[in-house]
């Protein structure tokens, strides 16, 4: 798979839930195979200590609706502050799945017809790499949700987003270049938790924020997460 269809498929699509289940919140993530398990992947702010979400699976034609992985509460990790002075929760989380849990990207009209049903990718430990300041980057989410009450249905806008460039590492988080003007928080809303994978096909971070003033993009030290989950589950 070449590096920009590897961006457009690779972000798995999470839905925050109101008590009558409608969606109120987005957010994204990825899957990791590790040590015989396989991991939903996404940022602590997202999920935070929240159970209240679910993986979206694939768009099922027949009935016209969503089939959705629903989750519990997804695991983090904390660590001492920089001075060492207090604990702070780490930007990732992971909720283990089913071995054979799987989701699709479909490109779906508005009379929900499914025009391109794709697997997305399961990724693995090898495909976890350090930055390359030698090399784009991109990442994909859903941004600008919006909630149809009448119709008990919610929608959102696939945002994919290429040509980033890994600057430094800041505070442990990994901080990439914009190729221009930072188009505002809004567009990126959603994104948070979605893998940035470079033109080598590896990824090595999970969206996290980003500054307008700076045009920068921030996501978690990935690698180090990973080696921290591959120790946890030793």
């Not at 030698?134 to 909630?147: C, K, R, V």
């Not at 980033?164 to 809004?186: A, C, I, Q, S, T």
């Not at 979605?194 to 030290?221: F, M, Q, R």
């Amino acid at each position: 798979m070449n590096w920009q269809d590897l961006i457009k498929y690779s972000s798995v699509q999470l839905r925050k839930h109101e008590d009558n289940d409608m969606p109120c919140g987005i957010g994204s993530g990825c899957l990791l195979d590790l040590k015989g398990q396989r991991f939903l992947l996404t940022v602590f702010h997202v999920t935070q200590n929240s159970s209240n979400w679910s993986a979206q699976i694939k768009y099922n034609e027949e009935v016209q609706k969503f089939e959705a992985l629903f989750l519990n509460e997804f695991s983090y990790f904390a660590d001492y502050s920089s001075d060492k002075t207090e604990i702070e929760n780490v930007e990732f989380s992971f909720h283990p799945v089913r071995l054979d849990f799987t989701s699709s990207y479909q490109n779906i009209n508005w009379k929900g017809e499914i025009l391109e049903s794709r697997e997305r990718p399961i990724f693995a430990m090898d495909d976890i790499s350090e930055p390359n300041k030698d090399i784009y980057y991109g990442f994909s989410g859903d941004i600008l949700p919006t909630a149809i009450p009448d119709q008990n249905a919610f929608e959102a806008t696939q945002h994919i987003y290429h040509g980033l460039k890994f600057d430094r590492v800041e505070n442990d988080m990994l901080v990439f270049k914009l190729p221009e003007d930072h188009p505002g928080h809004k567009m990126f809303q959603g994104c948070s938790g979605a893998p940035i994978i470079g033109e080598d096909g590896k990824v090595v971070s999970l969206v996290s924020g980003g500054c307008t003033e700076k045009n920068e993009i921030y996501g978690c030290n990935l690698l180090k997460c990973i080696r921290s989950l591959d120790y946890y589950l030793q």
